[in-house]
């Protein structure tokens, strides 16, 4: 039974705050998944794969050959939300654990310091 305003536990699924350092360390493919133009407007993680999020078989698709090897995927987005909502539904769909980065963005570039790069077309 869930308390009120609690998000239901999925295994193999995580909403955390990490910094890159500890994405990188744990060998996890990064994936931000915004659109195009947010990622042009405040850069993006150096080495993250740059795949928006529109619905999850196109998703998986587009980084199936990438998790194969089974390693942790880290989800990021502008605040955590959509990032969340995504993570949910991946963590359904794949063996590999889903960690969606809280507080995305704003919390990397903005709380943490990180000094995002711009994306590379």
Known sequence: MFGFGAAP???GFE?????????????????????PPE?????VIEGA????????????DAIKD?????????????SG??????GMYLAQMVENNVISAAGGMIEIAGRQGYQPVAPQP
């Open 15 to 35: 909403h955390k705050v990490m910094s890159v350092d500890e994405m990188k360390a744990a060998g996890a493919l990064i994936v931000d998944i915004r659109t």
């Open 49 to 60: 794969r740059l795949v928006t999020f529109q619905e999850p078989q196109s998703f998986l």
């Open 81 to 86: 939300s959509r990032t969340q909502a995504a």
């Open 39 to 43: 990622w042009y407007q405040t850069g």
């Open 66 to 78: 990438e998790i194969g090897d089974g390693r942790d995927i880290v989800l990021v987005c502008r």
């Open 9 to 11: 536990k999925i295994e």
